[in-house]
């Protein structure tokens, strides 16, 4: 039977834009979006662009995978080096007692402030709902509303007291300066769950032994010891399986890493597991109810990682149910790189085998699925993530990761996930793979997903996005 199109429920991005924002002070932009069913965007960072004083300072923008032609034609047609800093000058009294410095504005940018507030006045004038997003409370690449604040006489820490404390004076300061931003993203934090040594998100090089984090152990009543040594204890039970155990494991134990309970009752990793879920439900939740107190009208939202990966990561997205407006967990699915979880089953299945001399690729991917509740597909195995992805993985991994997500965030009006296409030189989801995986969202019921990013988008994955966000989907 021949392909013919239907009308269904649009599934519409949230577009997130990166620097140069430049961008969006031509009113065609909007309306670009607008002719695409699309009607809200997220500026990853709410920032201008400065020149550096010397070679050393700065970013090239737009950033070299960012090859959407507009951002080139902002900014004069060529790549510059330029750094991020403050869009407004700092509200001082909104920081009283809080001992960050707030970034500031260069006066020769003042100009260039006004013309992101005309910016973002055409956006609302044709009915755009805006988000800033805040880079994990950090402001360390820019932030929402922000520069970088001085981390080099302070280590960043999301237990640090004042760093929800700093989240809601900027976005109170935000919203004072630019009140067409009515949203806030709120980016993790997240603890580490990748195994692979020495990888970025490589959890036991994770700094978890610092001064804030003992603080914060010790004020609600957490023995650190035990916290560090649930730690050590996990890579050795990781590395402690023969095939008999490994095949214990998958008939007696399934899901049991992808299942808060089974981590709360264990001896040995309960301390560590509950550490972790304190402190990004304080963390959050303290973002959350201050930014409220003051600013009852931004809707607020908060990303996780997979399901599978959410209790190593601290978060547990039913209990944020109670203090988040919606969530965000992330549909990143590319491989080869950072953060990407085909990428990241892969390093889990890979490390297995090498911690594991009697486990081979088999096995271990069938130990991974157990471990987290995640099914295998027997036309794409874990061996062949770096390939283009089948139709069967679409309907059992992707649909098993999809149906957890809107659940645990309490359905699909409260779950607007992140997706993404590629991070950091992975490979990229290909235009099919995208195709795919938002017909499934769209089969789940899902409504809105935040787009990552505008920046890079290509003919053929704006062709896809369309599709979705006008309501047309073409089927057999």
């Not at 988000?131 to 402001?139: E, I, L, N, Q, T």
């Not at 607020?300 to 203090?323: C, D, M, W």
């Not at 990761?401 to 990229?428: C, R």
């Not at 769209?442 to 966000?469: A, D, H, M």
Request: proline share 6%.
């Amino acid at each position: 039977m021949p392909a013919k199109n239907e009308t269904r429920q649009p599934l519409k991005p949230v577009m997130c834009l990166r620097p140069p924002n430049d961008i969006i002070f031509d009113e065609s932009f909007w309306d670009e979006l607008k002719d695409a069913g699309i009607n809200e965007l997220a500026l990853q960072w709410l920032c201008l662009l400065d020149e550096p004083s010397n070679d050393q300072d700065g970013n090239i923008y737009p950033q070299p995978e960012d090859s959407h032609p507009r951002g080139l034609q902002s900014i004069g047609g060529q790549r510059v080096k330029r750094i991020p800093t403050a869009a407004f000058n700092p509200t001082q009294a909104f920081y009283e007692g809080l001992s960050w410095e707030p970034p500031t504005m260069s006066p020769h940018l003042a100009f260039k402030s006004e013309q992101l507030g005309a910016a973002l006045d055409i956006g609302k004038s044709k009915g755009f709902t805006i988000y800033a997003v805040d880079d994990k409370g950090y402001f360390f690449h820019g932030g929402f509303g922000s520069g970088k604040l001085d981390t080099t006489q302070r280590i960043r820490s999301f237990t640090d007291p004042e760093m929800p404390a700093m989240t809601v004076a900027r976005a109170r300061d935000t919203a004072k300066h630019f009140p067409q931003v009515t949203g806030l993203l709120l980016d993790g934090p997240d603890f580490k769950w990748e195994i692979k040594p020495g990888h970025r998100d490589d959890l036991w090089i994770e700094q978890i032994d610092t001064y804030e984090n003992r603080n914060f152990a010790s004020h609600y009543g957490f023995d650190f010891n035990k916290i560090l040594d649930g730690r050590e204890y996990f890579k050795e039970f990781l590395q402690s399986f023969s095939v008999d155990k490994a095949l214990k494991f998958i008939d007696e134990s399934c899901g049991a890493l992808a299942n808060h309970d089974w981590w709360k009752k264990h001896s040995k990793l309960s301390e560590w597991y509950l550490f972790k879920q304190a402190a990004i439900e304080w963390s959050v939740s303290n973002s959350y109810k201050g930014v409220k107190k003051h600013l009852p009208h931004i809707q607020i939202g908060n990303s996780s990682r997979l399901p599978f990966a959410e209790p190593l990561t601290g978060h547990n997205s039913v209990s944020k149910q109670k203090y988040i407006d919606f969530q965000q967990p992330k549909q990143y699915w590319w491989s080869g790189g950072v953060a990407g979880f085909r990428g990241t089953i892969v390093n889990w299945v890979d490390t297995l085998v090498e911690w594991n001399s009697q486990l081979d690729h088999r096995i271990a991917s069938k130990l991974f699925g157990a471990m987290f509740d995640y099914p295998l597909t027997a036309t794409y195995p874990i061996t062949n993530y770096n390939a283009e992805a089948t139709d069967d993985w679409f309907r059992t991994a992707i649909r098993d990761q999809t149906s957890k997500m809107i659940a645990n965030s309490g359905g699909v009006d409260k779950y607007i996930p992140w997706v993404g296409l590629e991070h950091f030189g992975s490979n990229w989801l290909t235009p099919s793979e995208l195709d795919r995986l938002l017909a499934e969202m769209q089969s789940q019921g899902t409504k809105r997903y935040c787009y990552f990013i505008y920046n890079s988008l290509e003919p053929e994955i704006w062709q896809v996005i369309k599709k979705y966000s006008t309501g047309r989907s073409v089927i057999s």
